[in-house]
């Protein structure tokens, strides 16, 4: 009989291969617990639920190499790009090692997941730029004889003047704004990964922000509130949805398709390095931690007319 108990506490004690909901919640927790930036948080969690829904979607399922290059295909096959598909892979990797280190799962098998190769990267995915004009036009567009009008000019003017995260906007509170070498800035911004900065602030922003805290009778707290149908403001901010709603909406409605927030944020760091700015401090301006993601932001263009190659100084003389 004792030795019946303890064939019964060992065969309890052996890792599962197949893990159900309450072990998968129980991972997913223990994964965004280990994450300090609420962008990555958030990815994760849009990554993590996506895994455990198709998983748990299916009959049985071992949690395993085979299993997690299934899931790739399953991506591939809805035509993500490949960043999409790394960093919900990456995610799914995440899940396995707590598993394991929850005595969940298996070690080999998380071993064995941690072999699924990622998607190649073939070129790279150009983003969207707004020209000088186009980026003008943009932000004055929304009414500015409504109380929604002049906020969604504000929300715009920031993201294009000031290249910030729409996360970064939708936390910015009055105490952020101070003025620095006799110019307005944001300072002390806390940006992804908890990297602080400060963001010089262009005059014309300001007076766009003035225009909507006056009218809206505010002086403290978040910089951005809800404006409800019968045009007046509520709440104690906006989220992050709602910046996202703000550009899409008037994007749709100046005829750009496919105008995220993130490429106000690009088109900012374009416009900079148009009129000069130094690549540096572009870098400043954008929080990157490395030169190399503000590169990729500028994007990269041949030039036809007036190509480096007309005159290198073999050209016949006149």
């Not at 790394?86 to 090692?97: C, F, H, K, Q």
């Not at 995915?125 to 009414?143: H, I, S, V």
């Not at 105008?259 to 106000?264: S, T």
Request: glycine share 8%; net charge positive; hydrophobic share 35%.
């Amino acid at each position: 009989m004792r030795r019946h108990s303890k064939r019964n506490t060992a065969k309890q004690k052996r890792p599962k291969t197949r893990l159900g909901l309450p072990d998968l919640d129980h991972s997913k927790s223990a994964v965004l617990d280990s994450l300090r930036s609420r962008e990555s948080k958030r990815g994760y969690r849009h990554a993590m639920d996506e895994f455990i829904q198709w998983y748990c979607s299916e009959p049985r399922l071992s949690f395993n190499k085979i299993v997690v290059t299934r899931f790739r295909i399953f991506l591939e096959n809805r035509n993500l790009a490949s960043g999409t598909i790394n960093g919900r892979l990456a995610a799914v990797r995440r899940l396995a090692y707590e598993a394991a280190d929850a005595g969940l799962l298996s070690p080999e098998l998380a071993a064995g997941i941690r072999r699924v190769k990622g998607v190649k990267k073939l070129g790279v995915r150009l983003g969207n730029w707004l020209t000088a004009d186009e980026a003008r036009r943009f932000w004055q567009f929304p009414p500015p004889d409504t109380l929604k009008g002049k906020r969604d000019r504000a929300i715009l003017a920031v993201l294009l003047g000031c290249g910030l995260r729409r996360r970064e906007l939708a936390d910015l509170e009055f105490t952020h704004l101070q003025q620095r070498e006799e110019h307005w800035a944001i300072v002390d911004l806390i940006g992804k990964g908890g990297h602080i900065r400060t963001v010089p602030m262009p005059e014309w922003v300001k007076a766009t922000i003035d225009v909507w805290v006056t009218a809206a009778g505010i002086s403290e707290g978040r910089l951005f509130r809800c404006v409800c149908r019968a045009g007046k403001c509520w709440g104690n901010g906006v989220t992050e949805r709602v910046v996202w709603h703000v550009v899409k909406q008037y994007a749709k409605d100046f005829g750009i398709t496919q105008l995220a927030p993130h490429d106000l944020r690009r088109s900012c760091a374009k416009l900079c390095q148009a009129t000069g700015g130094e690549l540096e401090q572009i870098q400043f301006l954008l929080g990157h931690v490395s030169v190399q993601t503000t590169e990729r932001y500028l994007g990269c263009k041949q030039r036809i007319r007036g190509a480096v190659n007309d005159c290198i100084g073999i050209e016949p003389s006149p």
